[in-house]
């Protein structure tokens, strides 16, 4: 993949969002030091709100609780942050523009299972001035192209023959002890 920004796999944690690892990036990018396990706020970030935008219960979780404002451009009005979420959904992408640190923001997109269940998502961070226009349009395709590839395999959108048995399907399954696939 050829991107100057860091690539990070998020997952969620209560109110929060929490990378699990990175890959690329180059000494010329900035970055705010968020190292894998460090928890990040979901509402103003780029893989937060890809995620708030597809796990329905986690959503009104997060957003029962206050919106705590970390920047002048972080939404803290909740029927707002709504609408922002929902156009993430209807864009298979998340945009942070310096809501969580003012010179920093993102792209995300999300990550699904092989139930098409959203379990995390795949962020990348960018100086603010690189989030609009043809730049923007170029970040979030390779965002969202690498999430589908993450996605395909995990399983997700494979076509799995109704000949097969249910641990043929399933290739976590296969691995355990038991299935009919593993190797003994």
């Not at 999300?110 to 379990?119: A, E, N």
Request: proline share 5%; with cysteine.
């Amino acid at each position: 993949m050829r991107i100057g920004q860091f690539l990070q796999l998020w997952v969620p944690s209560y109110c929060w969002v929490i990378p699990l690892f990175e890959l690329g990036g180059s000494s010329n990018e900035c970055w705010i030091g968020l190292t894998p396990g460090r928890r990040a706020p979901s509402h103003c970030t780029a893989p937060g709100k890809a995620l708030l935008a597809h796990r329905v219960y986690w959503r009104e979780t997060v957003l029962k609780a206050p919106l705590k404002r970390y920047t002048e451009g972080t939404i803290v009005d909740v029927a707002m942050l709504r609408s922002n979420l929902a156009q993430a959904e209807a864009l298979g992408y998340a945009v942070d523009r310096g809501e969580y640190v003012a010179t920093l923001g993102g792209v995300a997109a999300p990550v699904r299972d092989h139930h098409g269940d959203v379990i995390a998502a795949l962020g990348l961070a960018a100086a603010v001035d690189k989030l609009s226009g043809r730049a923007l349009d170029e970040l979030s395709e390779t965002v969202v192209e690498a999430a589908r590839g993450l996605s395909r395999l995990l399983g997700h959108d494979r076509e799995v023959s109704t000949l097969r048995g249910a641990d043929d399907a399933d290739p976590l399954f296969a691995m355990m002890p038991g299935s009919r696939s593993h190797a003994a």
